[in-house]
């Protein structure tokens, strides 16, 4: 199968591969695309840098969650771009540039499930695979006004996955109406679960307070609709420290795994990388023993209290995103500090606690997309896609 029409620089020309699935099943007649970091029996996986793809040759097998989509009836499309290693938010490449973000062609996408969140939202596939560590698909989901979840930890099989950080690395996947990510979820679930709908709205007080006074007042309808539709809210204080702590913890134990996956292949094969992920690569590599030991404790202790914090029948609101899409080629210290680690503030949450999240399209900023976020219990992976499939209606 040829490479799909590709207006948005979404897929990959270097790693094309495209499979016909099933001639039946429930996801029959669809079209869905990969990201660069899933394996493809007998094709090289790119990972987002041309010296990985020298270095590396052709998988031994097809990834599992891949796999599990053909077999019900799904076509992969091809495979799309992701920001080098994986270690980015933006989705400009600097080997393979910047896939398109339809909603806002001069901003950036989102990563690094770029090239999946840019595919689905300019309609070329029904729906699209990404990986979600830091934020890899609920970020790009809210700058491209898509819908987009992260499942529970350990939830889809991650084999035939590219390792990142295997404390917090799922697999997730985009979709631009709630009837079709649940769709795709079934499948990937491997099972049709009728869960319980959730009684009570918890609201994130400090995380709403991190973001700008017009981020919050572009939120407040759709948490309003939220509220309407659940019938009940209460308020709380997720960090009884801050936010901002938190993320510290998460990004020492993020590093500290990259680095041992990849430092290795890094050291010896003296990859170029782009803005950002050079540093990050570097500061990687420094990360001490011991500040690796301190920060898995203290992650026990936030895993508790994210376990304690929500009951079976309540979910958590939060803003996807401190704010809309960056403009491409914003300077990288403002990158760094006023979107990555403002963004990482927010999207911790549900990787330290291993939470379901899905970003929902419910609101604009200055007419770009802003997404609202609801996390669930582990293992609520299906009451929160019902309850998308309710609000989006």
Known sequence: MTLPDDSCGAFCRDTHVALEGATDGPLAGLRFAAKDIFDIEGHRTGFG?????????????????????????????????????????????LHYGTPLNPAAPDRVPGGSSSGSASAVAAGLVDFALGTDCG??????????????????????????????????????WFARDPGRLASVGRVLFGEAENPDPPR???????????????????????????????????RVQVSPTSLPDWFGNFRIIQASEIWANHGAWITAAKPEFGRGIRERMDWASGVEPDEVRRARRRHAEIRARLDDLLAEDEVLCLPSS??????????????EVRFRQQAMCLLCISGLGGLPQASLPLATLDGLPLGLSLIARRGADAMLLSLAAELMD
């Open 200 to 234: 009570r709205l918890v609201i994130a007080d400090d995380a709403f307070a991190l973001v700008d006074e017009k981020v919050r007042d572009a939120l407040q309808p759709a948490v309003e609709r939220a509220v309407e539709g659940l019938g009940a809210t209460r």
């Open 135 to 172: 934020g890899s698909v609920r970020l790009p989901a809210s700058y491209c006004g898509i819908l987009g979840i992260r499942p529970t930890l350990g939830r889809i099989p991650m084999d035939g996955v590219l390792p990142f950080s295997a404390t917090f690395d799922v697999i997730g």
């Open 322 to 335: 401190p704010r809309a899409a960056p403009l491409k080629n914003t300077p990288t210290d403002d990158l």
């Open 49 to 93: 840098n041309p010296t990985w793809l020298e270095t590396h040759g052709p998988a031994a097998a097809t990834a599992s969650a891949v796999q599990t989509l053909l077999d019900a009836g799904a076509d992969l499309a091809g495979k799309t771009l992701t920001d080098e290693l994986a270690y980015s938010l933006t989705g400009e490449n």
